[in-house]
């Protein structure tokens, strides 16, 4: 399955209004406790994107009709920008005290 860079980032921001409204529905948000674990596990997928991008930039026998497409840049961008995305998840995460 193919997935743009809108597409995703739309998944992620969905994804993560869930996980608040679930948390926080019928709580005191002050309340809440840190689960650092997950914050750890968001933080290391984002460690884990950065060198899957440094290979996939190495990779030289790109399809022409990949690179017409646009679709090899597409890829290129999302593993580019999910780690600051991801990041940024886990900061909210943290502010919110998830």
Do not use: C
Not at 20 to 46: F, H, K, P, W, Y
Request: no cysteine.
């Amino acid at each position: 399955m193919k997935i743009t860079k809108r597409q995703l980032r739309r998944i992620i921001k969905e994804e993560k209004a869930n996980l608040v409204n679930e948390i926080t529905a019928g709580r005191d948000v002050r309340q809440l406790t840190l689960n650092q674990d997950e914050v750890n596990q968001v933080l290391s997928m984002a460690d884990a994107i950065e060198p899957m991008f440094n290979i996939f930039r190495k990779i030289h026998s790109i399809p022409q009709p990949w690179l017409e497409n646009g679709e090899y840049e597409k890829i290129e961008e999302m593993l580019l920008d999910l780690p600051e995305e991801l990041r940024q998840l886990a900061n909210d995460m943290k502010k919110s005290g998830i």
